[in-house]
């Protein structure tokens, strides 16, 4: 799979989006894969066909002309808007692929222990590690999200988490680095939703102690950077 993303053809089309967003091209592929599994009919934003209004969050999306014109449209345009993100270390790049899939993880997810989802056995569980990120490594066991709002603690995640596919992607392809440079994002992107408000502390504000502190620590120690 990292071979597939990191192939000069599919290199080639994450570049393009990267050049108009300033989004770094391996964020654009590993978001890519857990979106939709690399599939080109597959937009960028939740992985329903591009050519189609989407269904699902974020909904009401397209149709668009091409797989790229989704792809800038969901980084441009789409909570968490990944194009204003100014951050692009190793933590800050796997803080915004972990908001990019949405922060139910991180904020304790509200769900059940197998089926069936009846009203009367949910319940609430406390901060996890996101299978988005880290499904495939030792800071992963179950847990995950089968449907927009549905969580399900028995569940393990098939897929591999961002941050081993950028391991691996990085093992593959030397120009992948976490030092903070990235395209130069256009001067003015057409952005139809307003900046979010900055909240302290927040996911890339960890508060000492706190979750966010603990998972900075792991991505100290998994990739060798400082915090």
Not at 41 to 55: C, F, I, M, V, Y
Not at 89 to 97: A, D, H, V
Not at 139 to 148: I, P
Request: proline content about 9%; glycine content about 10%; aromatic content about 10%.
């Amino acid at each position: 799979m990292p071979k597939r993303l990191t192939a000069s053809d599919a290199k080639a089309r994450y570049q393009s989006v990267s050049a108009k967003t300033g989004v770094p091209w391996a964020f654009i592929a590993v978001a890519h894969e857990r979106e939709s599994s690399q599939n080109w009919n597959g937009s960028l934003a939740q992985g329903d066909p591009w050519n189609q209004e989407s269904t699902h969050v974020p909904k009401g999306r397209g149709p668009f002309k091409s797989w790229e014109d989704a792809a800038v449209d969901a980084l441009v345009n789409c909570a968490p808007r990944a194009a204003l993100n100014k951050d692009w270390s190793i933590g800050g790049t796997l803080t915004m692929l972990e908001q990019y899939n949405g922060l139910g993880y991180a904020n304790g997810p509200s769900g059940w222990v197998g089926k069936p989802y009846t009203a009367s056995r949910k319940q609430r569980f406390p901060s996890q590690p996101s299978a988005y990120i880290w499904g495939g490594t030792d800071q992963y066991v179950a847990g995950k999200y089968v449907a927009d709002g549905v969580y399900d603690s028995t569940v393990v995640d098939q897929q591999l988490g961002c941050a081993g596919m950028l391991l691996a992607m990085m093992s593959l392809d030397p120009s992948i680095s976490f030092d903070g440079g990235h395209a130069p994002a256009p001067s003015a992107p057409a952005s139809t939703v307003p900046p979010a408000k900055p909240s302290t502390p927040s996911v890339t504000n960890p508060a000492p102690g706190s979750l966010g502190d603990f998972i900075a620590s792991i991505i100290s120690a998994i990739f060798g950077k400082k915090k």
